[in-house]
């Protein structure tokens, strides 16, 4: 699954979260760097970054 950046950094604002709320809610950083750089990740590392967040998995997958 590809997250889309823009619609990731939307619901990071909305949930006043930064990157290392992320880290701090177990997505490891290295992860969450790779994802956002483009590359594809595993469906249940999106549902973890999405429940963190607060939001629905399809409000942040391109």
């Avoid at 889309?4 to 930064?18: D, T």
């Avoid at 992860?31 to 973890?48: F, M, N, Q, Y």
């Amino acid at each position: 699954m590809k997250l889309n950046k823009e619609k990731l950094e939307l619901a990071k604002a909305r949930a006043c979260m930064g990157t290392k709320d992320l880290v701090a809610a177990g997505i490891p950083k290295g992860t969450l760097c790779r994802i956002v750089s483009g590359e594809d990740a595993r469906p249940e590392t999106i549902g973890k970054i999405a429940k963190a967040l607060g939001v629905d998995v399809t409000e942040i997958i391109e």
